[in-house]
């Protein structure tokens, strides 16, 4: 695992489309959110490459949106980081992942199933160990980068339904691994 910090600006070429972002906000619904999830992150987004523009998919609050990556770490509160898969991905199964998460794009966020996830984190409960690609209506952050990876078959955390992942999930996903903190631009 690297924990070094980079200045975006430096490592940008290197990330590639269908790598996660992986978010510690420092805000007042990261705090929430880590509480309730019991982890040390509060959200998660993945990377793609829009012609010449690195862009971040994500679940927010205002539903499945793209914005740039830089702009993204410009105006977060918290640290970003940054890790890719260490099975190797085909140039054409990260292309069919970018076209499953556009497809995505304009869906609604899913406020009430991030309540669900807390319950069933709170009281241990059974949180269905069936993986199955199936489209949403509504897409909460983890649970959108799960299922862009199931796209292409890779299951995240097996025994986890996509539908339960949280962001702490994906980071100790098996498949993933930690290559940097983003850093601002000055």
């Excluded at 510690?24 to 959200?43: D, N, P």
């Excluded at 490459?49 to 993204?72: C, D, F, I, Q």
């Excluded at 199955?132 to 509504?138: T, V």
Aim: charged letters at 25%; aromatic letters at 14%; hydrophobic letters at 40%.
């Amino acid at each position: 695992m690297i924990n070094r910090v980079f200045q975006y600006g430096d490592i940008r070429e290197q990330i590639r489309s269908g790598d996660v972002l992986l978010y510690k906000g420092r805000g007042f619904i990261s705090w929430l959110v880590k509480q309730f999830t019991g982890a040390e992150y509060s959200h998660a987004g993945f990377a793609v490459w829009w012609n010449k523009r690195l862009m971040v998919m994500e679940a927010v609050g205002k539903g499945v949106v793209v914005t740039p990556l830089s702009r993204n770490i410009e105006l977060y509160h918290g640290d970003v980081e940054w890790y890719w898969c260490k099975k190797n991905i085909a140039p054409a199964d990260r292309v069919r992942m970018v076209q499953f998460a556009q497809e995505e794009l304009g869906k609604c966020f899913a406020r009430w199933k991030m309540f669900a996830i807390s319950f069933y984190i709170l009281f241990k409960r059974d949180m269905d160990k069936r993986d199955e690609l199936r489209r949403a209506n509504r897409l909460f952050c983890s649970y959108y980068v799960s299922q862009v990876y199931n796209s292409i078959g890779l299951d995240l955390k097996k025994n986890k339904s996509d539908r339960f992942m949280s962001p702490n999930d994906v980071a100790q996903s098996p498949l993933l691994v930690k290559r940097a903190v983003l850093k601002k631009e000055p």
